[in-house]
């Protein structure tokens, strides 16, 4: 089992940058595949970036690709998103999520989920 706790969120211009941060509990993060989500207000939960175990395989939806970076620090049992270039379409709640299996984009693919993080970019 692993808990997740994300931080990093807050306001900023569009055009400006984010680096949030997703801390996990427990010995074996290592062994998670994670994921970021974000959800806006009214809007489903949808994947934003995923990355393996071993950090050297990222997938990002296609929104936030040349954008956003996703990175982890297995020795700290950190997970990373950089957000550059953001726009006020990226305001959401954004969420870190682990997974044991070889998750990809379903959210239903992932055990563990944190609490989120507000990000809103104004205009």
């Known amino acids: 089992q692993v808990q997740l706790v994300e931080s990093g969120g807050g306001l900023v211009q569009a055009g400006g940058s984010l680096r949030l941060s997703c801390a996990a509990s427990?010995?074996?993060?290592?062994?998670?595949?994670m994921g970021w989500f974000r959800q806006a207000p009214g809007k489903e939960r949808e994947f934003v970036a995923r990355?393996?175990?071993?950090?050297?395989?990222?997938y990002y939806a296609e929104s936030v690709k040349g954008r956003f970076t996703i990175s982890r620090d297995n020795a700290k049992n950190t997970m990373y998103l950089q957000m550059n270039s953001l726009k006020p379409e990226d305001t959401a709640v954004y969420y870190c999520?682990?997974?044991?299996?070889?998750?990809?984009?379903?959210?239903?693919?992932?055990?563990?989920w944190g609490q989120g993080t507000q990000v809103t970019v104004s205009s």
């Open positions: 999520a682990a997974s044991s299996g070889s998750a990809m984009t379903s959210r239903w693919e992932y055990n563990y």
């Open positions: 427990g010995r074996t993060f290592s062994s998670y595949t």
């Open positions: 990355i393996r175990r071993t950090g050297g395989e990222t």
